[in-house]
């Protein structure tokens, strides 16, 4: 623990010292004031404003820390490519946060400041000072006591307790001690006093009217055992998909981002606001696919990314138990409380640890992660009606250091970002290469722009292809459509002449829709001359006229022409990429073969939105396809029910 | 080339072109993006050389289906402005009852009106009854933001990002006090955003201006309604304001 003392102020020395903070300038001060019949964290003008005797705000103060809007960075479009990073504003103070609200601000350190340090968040985090209060008179729908998130010891720089007629201040902080030290007239606290706050702090958990009756460390094992549970559809059949409950909610932070321009074209700037998993279009991709399309799967979603995904990923229920979804949440049926006691009786055997990869990304932890890269459009080449192969060179002269099947964010400025995956092979020139479909307005820019033009990139983000294990094993690659993209990156790279002899005989087999997709026809026929490779192409159907020498049916009609002799099943690493669909009739194959869950590499698709493990968009049951993919272990993935849809 | 856009006016208030009118020293802005080349409202020249149509008011009468389509031959694009023009708006109030009662009720037993073009009119219809809509401005009026975005979209040849969520998400943004809490009855839960939550926000319950989503069904809100003991009648008669004729929380897909 923070250096921790304990000191008495008066109410009036409070109000004296609110005043004081406000007057002089130096900060932002916020508090908690009335709004009709309810409360907000918002600005103060003067200390009768401050209402410390709250139940509970509409919003949290999340709002401080990741903005409802908040502005990323500007950029002038009249210039190649000119963009400037906001900045944060003041310093500000906050007064009155409930100690849950506090405990929340605790776990979105961990979320904003893993991996891939979210500096706006860090940003305002260290800008801020938090001055907590214990709560006097709880929400009726507040559950925080048997949430154990009633009352805490960290977070805050100041807490205050009510004491009879003056309040006890608990120092949790230099920050806090200096702004007492500058700002309050305090005095020592009397042993009296410190017993006082503790008898205080003691009976807040018997205020509450609600209560959980599962405990919080069961919420995964709870949840896993209901997975399939009918309450879900039963309960959503009333949802208004509204996604009020995870905008009221201090630990929902997924957001979305979009590109505003003036209406004169010059500037632009990147915003991020707050998105919700209940919304429909939350995963909706470039091609307009929704893959949680259901409402009760998104229902779902959110009380299992609280009480089971994050709890596997960062050890604590991303739940504080405040209740501000059960009151904005009108069919009432957002409650979380509400809902783990309709499983009070459930053993907590399931196993929770199925949702959950543990693996971090290859990812280097520095440098700004929102503003992109300036870079260069060097080439572009048209390979079919749909796919233009871009020649990109970094404008830093820096190679962009990435592992096949490592995957980009595109930016055109005044448009958006888009995710695509790297197809050249790594190497230590600023040139790699990107294969991109024409399906959105970032891809739609793209193919509107022409070799000299200015592009925006950010990563390369997540896992690519583990190489070290495939060595001194044989390769078998099953690619399906437009999953040559990333799986071109490895096959160039194992094709190079100082790698080749690392692996023994490779097998690709290609199959797509019908001649005119096919990608890299030349590129597919040279690597099937080079020794002990073998390329196997296959269209689904060649419509009649149209002249194609190789073969025709679906892509698991190519895996009998493959010897098994050869192919030693157990020394057969297999790479498996391609359009959804694909997956359970290839991988039905390989099993065939006899090759082994642990063998078989699939790489993933999803609605990669900030590259990083924030946005919520690409999580897939408990993992981010950003972060811990795109190229999954065919084993840890095999059982998420999101994962092949 | 600058793209060139025409404004028409159909049954309506023209308080949506007023709505660009209101841009102030922006339209500078948007003149230096666009050819506008007929607005009746603020200049007195017009072209037919348009690429870009952006038609305000609802549909009334067999002449206006007819120049609505020649519009749509001539250009590229047309965007349907404003709740009329969207969704028939407040015009579709007078769907209720047939053309020849409202007739009757406005113009009495005169036979001036018989054979008379002016007067002939049909039940009332969306631009998008008559003629393929490319885009939407929603709202009555539509809002300066999102006024913006669609043409600034429409001139970089992109789609416009307009919300298929509820008024609520921004509403709650907003932190407005909800109005279900206070008792009041409010739209927001069935309407689609975009809006910023304008009416919430300034204490007024949302009224549906900008369209009704698909979803969630009447049960749904049937439910809802009861808890906050409001009826179902008075959510109908409520949403007849800008949304006449449409299927008020039901399943229409």
């Given at each position: 623990m923070m250096v921790e003392k304990v000191r008495t102020i008066s109410k009036k020395d409070l109000d004296a010292f609110v005043d004081d903070l406000i007057q002089s300038d130096k900060f932002e001060v916020v508090g908690v004031k009335s709004k009709g019949k309810s409360y907000v964290f918002d600005d103060l003008e003067n200390s009768e404003e401050l209402e410390l005797e709250y139940d509970t705000t509409i919003l949290p103060p999340k709002k401080y820390f990741l903005p409802p809007y908040e502005n990323m960075m500007n950029y002038d479009?009249?210039?190649?490519?000119?963009?400037?990073?906001?900045?944060?504003?003041?310093?500000?103070?906050?007064?009155?946060?409930?100690?849950?609200?506090?405990?929340?601000?605790?776990?979105?350190?961990?979320?904003?400041?893993?991996?891939?340090?979210?500096?706006?968040?860090?940003?305002?985090?260290?800008?801020?000072?938090?001055?907590?209060?214990?709560?006097?008179?709880?929400?009726?729908?507040?559950?925080?006591?048997?949430?154990?998130?009633?009352?805490?010891?960290?977070?805050?720089?100041?807490?205050?307790?009510?004491?009879?007629?003056?309040?006890?201040?608990?120092?949790?902080?230099?920050?806090?001690?200096?702004?007492?030290?500058?700002?309050?007239?305090?005095?020592?606290?009397?042993?009296?006093?410190?017993?006082?706050?503790?008898?205080?702090?003691?009976?807040?958990?018997?205020?509450?009217?609600?209560?959980?009756?599962?405990?919080?460390?069961?919420?995964?094992?709870?949840?896993?055992?209901?997975?399939?549970?009918?309450?879900?559809?039963?309960?959503?059949?009333?949802?208004?998909?509204?996604?009020?409950?995870?905008?009221?909610?201090?630990?929902?932070?997924?957001?979305?981002?979009?590109?505003?321009?003036?209406?004169?074209?010059?500037?632009?700037?990147?915003?991020?606001?707050?998105?919700?998993?209940?919304?429909?279009?939350?995963?909706?991709?470039?091609?307009?696919?929704?893959?949680?399309?259901?409402?009760?799967?998104?229902?779902?979603?959110?009380?299992?990314?609280?009480?089971?995904?994050?709890?596997?990923?960062?050890?604590?229920?991303?739940?504080?138990?405040?209740?501000?979804?059960?009151?904005?949440?009108?069919?009432?049926?957002?409650?979380?409380?509400?809902?783990?006691?309709?499983?009070?009786?459930?053993?907590?055997?399931?196993?929770?640890?199925?949702?959950?990869?543990?693996?971090?990304?290859?990812?280097?932890?520095?440098?700004?992660?929102?503003?992109?890269?300036?870079?260069?459009?060097?080439?572009?080449?048209?390979?079919?009606?749909?796919?233009?192969?871009?020649?990109?060179?970094?404008?830093?002269?820096?190679?962009?250091?990435?592992?096949?099947?490592?995957?980009?964010?595109?930016?055109?400025?005044?448009?958006?970002?888009?995710?695509?995956?790297?197809?050249?092979?790594?190497?230590?020139s600023p040139i790699f290469e990107l294969v991109i479909r024409r399906v959105g307005n970032v891809t739609g820019a793209l193919f509107s722009k022409k070799p000299g033009d200015k592009v925006g990139i950010r990563g390369p983000f997540g896992n690519g292809f583990p190489l070290e294990e495939m060595e001194k094993k044989h390769l078998l690659f099953a690619c399906g459509g437009i999953g040559m993209i990333p799986a071109r990156s490895l096959i160039k790279h194992v094709l190079q002449e100082d790698y080749r002899k690392k692996f023994k005989d490779i097998t690709i087999l290609y199959g797509c829709k019908q001649p005119c997709e096919v990608l890299f026809m030349d590129e597919v026929k040279q690597w099937g001359e080079v020794p002990d490779v073998r390329c196997e192409l296959t269209v689904d159907k060649c419509p009649e006229g149209v002249c194609w020498e190789e073969g025709e049916g679906l892509i698991t009609d190519l895996f009998p022409k493959i010897k098994l002799d050869k192919y030693d099943s157990k020394n057969t690493v297999a790479i498996v990429v391609g359009p959804p669909v694909m997956y359970k009739f290839v991988i039905q194959c390989l099993k065939t073969l006899e090759i082994p869950e642990e063998n078989i590499w699939v790489s993933l698709e999803r609605r990669m939105k900030c590259g990083v493990g924030k946005c919520g968009h690409c999580q897939i049951n408990g993992v981010y396809v950003c972060k811990e993919g795109p190229v999954f272990n065919y084993k840890d993935v095999k059982d998420l029910p999101e994962a092949f849809r | 080339m600058k793209p060139r856009v025409a404004f028409f006016d159909f049954s309506s208030c023209e308080g949506c072109q007023l709505q660009i009118a209101n841009l102030e020293e922006e339209l500078v802005d948007l003149i230096e993006i666009v050819d506008v080349v007929s607005f009746r409202e603020v200049m007195k020249e017009h072209s037919d050389e348009y690429d870009i149509a952006i038609v305000e008011g609802s549909i009334m009468r067999p002449m206006d289906e007819k120049r609505l389509k020649k519009i749509r031959s001539r250009c590229k694009v047309l965007v349907a402005f404003g709740a009329c023009a969207a969704i028939g708006g407040v015009n579709k109030i007078r769907n209720q009852w047939s053309p020849e009662k409202v007739k009757k009720m406005v113009y009495g037993d005169s036979s001036e009106i018989e054979d008379n073009d002016y007067f002939d009119v049909f039940q009332t219809k969306a631009v998008d009854e008559v003629v393929n809509v490319d885009f939407y401005i929603r709202g009555c009026p539509p809002v300066k933001s999102e006024i913006k975005k669609v043409i600034t979209a429409l001139s970089m040849g992109k789609k416009p990002d307009i919300p298929n969520y509820p008024v609520c998400v921004e509403c709650k943004k907003k932190e407005n006090e909800c109005l279900f809490e206070k008792d009041e009855f409010c739209l927001g839960p069935i309407t689609r955003a975009g809006c910023d939550a304008i009416c919430p926000t300034h204490g007024s319950a949302c009224e549906g201006c900008r369209g009704l989503l698909k979803k969630p069904d009447i049960e749904c809100i049937s439910d809802v309604l009861k808890r906050y003991d409001l009826t179902y009648e008075e959510l109908k008669r409520r949403a007849t304001i800008y949304n006449y004729g449409e299927k008020v929380g039901e399943k229409n897909e």
């Open positions: 479009l009249k210039k190649p490519f000119n963009v400037e990073e906001s900045n944060g504003g003041k310093p500000r103070v906050i007064i009155g946060m409930h100690p849950y609200d506090i405990i929340a601000i605790e776990q979105m350190d961990k979320v904003y400041q893993d991996v891939k340090e979210d500096d706006f968040y860090t940003r305002r985090r260290k800008n801020t000072i938090i001055i907590g209060v214990d709560i006097e008179k709880p929400f009726s729908r507040c559950f925080a006591g048997s949430m154990g998130t009633h009352t805490t010891d960290s977070g805050f720089d100041l807490m205050l307790t009510k004491i009879g007629r003056k309040y006890g201040v608990t120092v949790g902080s230099k920050k806090g001690r200096k702004l007492l030290h500058n700002f309050a007239k305090t005095k020592k606290a009397k042993e009296s006093d410190v017993k006082k706050i503790a008898k205080k702090r003691d009976k807040v958990k018997d205020k509450f009217e609600c209560e959980v009756e599962v405990d919080k460390e069961d919420w995964p094992s709870v949840l896993a055992a209901r997975y399939e549970d009918e309450l879900w559809g039963k309960k959503s059949e009333k949802c208004l998909e509204c996604s009020s409950c995870t905008m009221v909610c201090p630990t929902c932070y997924c957001y979305d981002v979009e590109d505003k321009v003036s209406l004169d074209l010059k500037d632009g700037s990147r915003v991020r606001t707050w998105d919700g998993c209940l919304l429909k279009d939350f995963t909706k991709v470039a091609g307009d696919e929704i893959f949680r399309e259901d409402v009760e799967e998104r229902y779902r979603h959110r009380f299992f990314r609280k009480g089971c995904y994050l709890p596997m990923r960062y050890g604590f229920v991303a739940c504080v138990g405040c209740g501000r979804c059960a009151r904005a949440c009108l069919p009432d049926i957002a409650d979380p409380c509400e809902l783990l006691n309709n499983f009070s009786d459930v053993d907590p055997t399931g196993d929770a640890s199925k949702y959950f990869i543990d693996r971090s990304a290859k990812m280097e932890d520095e440098g700004v992660i929102h503003v992109p890269h300036s870079a260069t459009i060097k080439s572009m080449q048209k390979l079919t009606e749909n796919e233009t192969l871009f020649e990109i060179e970094m404008d830093d002269g820096e190679p962009l250091g990435h592992d096949p099947g490592q995957f980009v964010e595109v930016s055109v400025l005044g448009v958006g970002e888009a995710p695509i995956s790297v197809s050249s092979p790594p190497d230590d | -």
